[in-house]
């Protein structure tokens, strides 16, 4: 890593007077939901993170930016949840919405997961949840509703760009673009990439997660109450531990899944976590990242690999990283074609501003060795998933 930049070294002065509340998490706790208005039943919901924000305050390598990221985890997930309760309670119709044939891409992280979600949102007979929609999850918004939380969004977004300049060469956000469910699904890993939580793991592996994926349906169903309906294209890694409870939700869709060789993916997950977590944390572990990550990507394999014997093969669609990887041009009207959309000649000629590097960035290079593992490690961690992969490849 290079040195820390400059503006988050300001950032962590600036925010350190508010740093000492850290000591207290649960008055902190109380401050951020009394401005949710959380609705009459959902107690559970805001339990879960309390106890989240306390877990989170116990990293003793927590920046003040750190502390200050935890709350605003904690606050947009306590608002969007009150905020889609009360559309709901106003608006039983919403539920009522059908959310029909979604389509649904997962695998490891680092797989092209992001580069397949943007080859299909190329469509206009497709719908992608944008950044934007998905940190401020609401109905039709008025201009001047849209165009706050657009620039809440391009916040966030050039935070991660000006603390985190390396980050956006490995995984660039756009605001007004088309982005992953990670940020709507309540409990996820995500936050073990912001901070070291142990805690957290254990309560998580025992989750039941089909009251979180009611919640994301209720989310798309706000999202496209009162417009033309379109079908949905969503994406995330971390709904492969959690197949099982989506197809409970969603039993009609279409589960793209993408694969590559999991050394490169567990060493480029890692560096991207790294960048990341530099934000928020100091010192890093290295080690750590990679002990932790190994774990989790490969339990969330195992459960994946679970679930997958009960899906349909007319509603799983493999997709090698070759694809898209390394030929676009014939392996995305191959992917359109196994999920039943059309490929036509406007959607080809959009395809190089999608397959293109963001300009201004640089390639990304990475190493498993940083972070304690070898490819022996990776290897047989996943083991069964490479039989799997092995099978893919030969069909």
């Known amino acids: 890593m290079s040195a820390t930049p400059i503006a ?11 740093f000492g509340t850290r000591r207290n998490p649960d008055r902190a706790f109380d401050r951020l939901i009394a401005t949710t208005a959380q609705a009459d039943g959902d107690q559970p919901f805001a339990d879960d993170f309390r106890l989240l924000l306390r877990n989170w305050s116990r990293d003793d390598s927590l920046t003040p930016v750190g502390w200050a990221s935890a709350q605003a985890h904690v606050r947009r997930q306590l608002g969007n949840r009150a905020r889609i309760r009360r559309l709901i309670s106003q608006h039983p119709a919403i539920e009522r919405e059908p959310i029909e044939q979604p389509v649904f891409v997962v695998g490891l992280p680092r797989t092209a997961t992001t580069l397949t979600h943007s080859v299909l949102s190329l469509s206009a007979e497709h719908r992608c949840p944008l950044l934007w929609e998905l940190l401020t999850p609401d109905m039709e918004p008025t201009p001047d509703q849209r165009r ?14 000006l603390f985190a300049p390396r980050f956006r060469d490995i995984h660039p956000l756009d605001a007004e673009g088309p982005d992953e469910c990670t940020f709507a699904l309540p409990h996820t890993v995500m936050p073990l990439s912001q901070a070291r939580i142990p805690n957290y793991t254990v309560r998580h592996y025992e989750r039941d997660f089909i009251p979180d994926y009611r919640y994301l349906k209720q989310i798309f169903q706000v999202l496209q109450y009162g417009r033309p309906r379109r079908r949905w294209v969503l994406k995330s890694p971390m709904h492969l531990e959690n197949l099982d409870a989506l197809r409970t939700v969603f039993p009609d869709a279409t589960i793209v899944w993408t694969h590559r060789d999991p050394v490169a993916v567990v060493a480029s997950f890692c560096s991207l976590v790294e960048h990341g977590m530099a934000i928020t944390v100091r010192p890093l572990d290295l080690h750590g990242i990679g002990a932790t990550w ?24 493999d997709v090698p990283y070759s694809w898209l990887g390394s030929h676009p041009a014939t392996g995305a009207p191959r992917l359109y074609e196994s999920i039943g959309a059309r490929w036509t000649s406007a959607t080809a000629a959009r395809l190089p501003e999608i397959t293109a590097r963001p300009k201004g960035t640089r390639p990304h290079s990475y190493d498993l060795a940083r972070y304690g593992l070898t490819r022996a490690a990776v290897e047989a961690a996943f083991a069964d998933y490479n039989t799997v992969r092995a099978e893919i490849d030969r069909s």
């Open 8 to 18: 988050l070294t300001l950032a962590n002065l600036l925010l350190r007077p508010g």
């Open 294 to 317: 190994l774990d989790v990507l490969s339990r969330a394999m195992t459960r994946g690999l679970a679930a997958r014997a009960s899906i349909p093969a007319e509603a799983l669609v």
């Open 148 to 161: 706050r939380a657009i620039t809440a969004a391009r916040r966030m977004v050039g935070a991660i760009d």
